[in-house]
């Protein structure tokens, strides 16, 4: 469910000034009513996926540590398997593409320019564009780290035998997924230390 909550808070208001600082021909200006429908969109498909289950598409359980509740991957039928499906396919495999799409042509585009070629002033800005790359790059393993577990095991859950997942891994992977929201802000203070 917070998939998307995690890739359009990765979308930092600073992180884009760096980057249209001097290509506002190939980005589109953001303004605070973007921004605002972003936030707004990733509320909706929170709640949304949130509330599928309480009206019956799956169900929710406690986890296995009793602590919090979580979907109930126990029981694997028609309906948790179509309701997982279609969260990893939207919340996970989607914006994990999009996040790669955008990422191999950022990269494409850094390598098209050198260095060598270009005034000061815009060798200075490119420094910013490499170190913007970089903290993306560390963002989307993050990513792959903190909801990968998770995925994995409702994966199991559906085409397996969800008494076979083993407690720690059980435990593990909603701690992994419920951990996401604490690595952003600290992947961008650890790259801005200015």
Not at 44 to 49: D, H, K, L, S
Not at 87 to 96: E, G, Q, R
Not at 125 to 154: E, G, H, R
Request: aromatic share 14%; glycine share 4%; with cysteine.
């Amino acid at each position: 469910q917070c998939f998307a909550l995690k890739l359009i808070s990765s979308m930092d208001s600073k992180t884009k000034g760096k980057v249209k600082k001097k290509k506002k021909h190939l980005i589109r200006r953001m303004t605070s009513y973007n921004y605002t429908l972003m936030i707004l969109t990733a509320w909706v498909n929170g709640f949304f996926w949130a509330l599928m289950p309480i009206v019956g598409w799956a169900g929710y359980a406690p986890d296995p540590t009793g602590a919090t509740c979580t979907i109930n991957w126990r029981k694997n039928d028609v309906s948790f398997v179509s309701y997982t499906m279609t969260v990893i396919t939207i919340n996970f495999a989607m914006p994990l593409g999009v996040m790669f799409y955008c990422y191999y042509n950022v990269s494409q585009k850094m390598k098209q320019y050198s260095p060598s070629n270009c005034p000061d002033h815009i060798n200075r800005d490119w420094s910013n564009q490499v170190a913007v790359t970089k903290m993306s790059v560390v963002m989307i393993l993050m990513f792959l780290l903190a909801w990968s577990p998770y995925s994995i095991v409702c994966l199991w859950a559906s085409f397996g035998d969800p008494k076979e997942i083993p407690p720690a891994m059980a435990i593990v992977a909603p701690l992994f997924a419920k951990s996401s929201t604490f690595y952003n802000p600290c992947i961008y203070v650890a790259a801005n230390k200015k």
